[in-house]
């Protein structure tokens, strides 16, 4: 791979992409952004310059085993558990042999621990439901991210990626990954309740 560029990819970007990887969404503000003063009219996020807008439960567009790595923060949970299967075997036929895939999503374990420590707290069910932002509103229509189809533990997140081709998916912490940037990437906001797991194609 001497010399090769190395394809990377950051689906599910929001306004956190960073230069060198191709960071993807599928927001309709990113469209609505690009209209003369739109950003300004519509009060549109500050996308990435040069974000590809592309629903990555169709199609990843780009070509088998191209791609070095792939990062994905807080997006699976949008899908629906079959999405999220379609979405990783996207992921695994795009990446190259050897290839990394990390994805970070809220930790449902970490909630419920929580959950349970808040014994004392009379509404404590209520702000565990609420925590789990399961509901879907009209916010949904502008913005994809706005409510979570599933929650993931660390079984089921393993499972979901082995359903998908990767054979031993690893838990992983903030931080500590085989992709070399990743202290670029990983966000400090997201840390004290994710769940961060990798995998080699
Ligand atoms: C909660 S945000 C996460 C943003 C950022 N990665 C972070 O960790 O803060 C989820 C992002 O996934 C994007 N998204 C949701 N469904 C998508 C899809 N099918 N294809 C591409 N992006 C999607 C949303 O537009 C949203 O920007």
């Given amino acids: 791979m001497t010399g090769a560029v190395q394809l990377k990819l950051n689906i599910g970007c929001g306004t956190s ?5 191709v960071n993807i969404d599928n927001s309709p503000t990113i469209l609505l952004s690009r209209l003369p003063f739109g950003r300004r009219i519509f009060r549109t996020p500050d996308w990435p310059r040069g974000v590809l807008r592309a629903d990555v439960r169709k199609r990843i567009p780009f070509g088998n085993s191209s791609v070095s790595c792939i990062y994905s923060s807080h997006t699976f949970e949008h899908f629906t558990y079959e999405e999220s299967r379609a979405v990783a075997r996207e992921c695994f036929r795009v990446l190259r042999p ?3 895939l990390r994805i970070v999503v809220p930790d449902l374990g970490i909630m419920v621990c929580d959950y349970l420590a808040g014994n004392a707290d009379p ?11 399961l509901t879907a509103s009209v916010r949904d229509i502008v913005h994809a991210g706005a409510h979570h189809k599933q929650m993931f533990d660390a079984r089921s997140l393993a499972r979901m990626l082995q359903e998908a081709g990767f054979l031993a998916p690893e838990c992983s912490t903030f931080g500590r990954s085989r992709i070399a940037e990743i202290a670029g990437i990983e966000l400090e906001s997201r840390r004290s309740e994710s769940l961060y797991m990798e995998a080699v194609r």
């Fill in 123 to 133: 509404m404590a069910s209520h702000r565990f439901i609420s925590r789990l932002l």
């Fill in 98 to 100: 050897g290839g990394i």
């Fill in 17 to 21: 992409g960073i230069e060198g990887w």
